[in-house]
């Protein structure tokens, strides 16, 4: 009887496609391997923990061996420390007469701090122009700025409307704005601007 012989032919593509798919299979048991096993380890970990009672006390407990039936001296006790429980740290509860204090210093201190403010010193400011609306104000402002000057808005009322003045520098003396009122107007183009003490 003559055997028969079976051949499988593979094309090289469907070869390579074989091999990938084998390697793939192979990475992927790998990856499901390692996320079951830290799965496995996690929980492990979590039942060893609650398995452990730890001991609060700080006492040393003293363990005594049963007597011995036979003639021989018993063995001293063993003493066992048990592991030092960390404590938490303890939160005080403040009593009334602590918060009234508080409170108290807290207003003591705005108080004060509110004088502080009230008490300013005078000083000379350049005022550059006066506009009845913000927006306009606030343009000249930044207008000032961009060409170096420091310059800031004041609301004021005068005669029922408000006005927003538009000032440049902070003076202690009016010699010394004096000084800058040239510069001032020929940098920002302006015909007269004036000197204000500003409280």
Known sequence: ?????????????????????????????????????????????????????????????????????????????????????????EVKETSKEEKKTTEYQKKEVSKIASQIKKITTPYYSIQIGAFSKKEMAEAFKNKAKVKGFGAFIKESKENGRVLYKVYVGKYSTREEAKKHIAQVAKVLNIKKPFIVEIK
């Not at 990938?20 to 996320?35: A, D, E, P, Q, T």
């Open 1 to 89: 009887m003559e055997e028969k012989k079976v051949k499988i032919e593979v094309s090289r593509l469907a070869f390579v496609f074989i091999i990938l798919f084998g390697l793939s299979l192979l990475v992927w048991s790998f990856v499901i391997g390692v996320w079951v096993g830290t799965k496995i380890g996690g929980e492990s970990k979590k039942e060893e923990i609650a398995m452990e009672s730890p001991t609060t006390s700080h006492e040393q407990e003293t363990v005594t061996p049963p007597p011995l039936i036979s003639n021989e001296t018993a063995p001293p006790a063993v003493k066992i420390t048990p592991p030092v429980a960390t404590k938490k740290p």
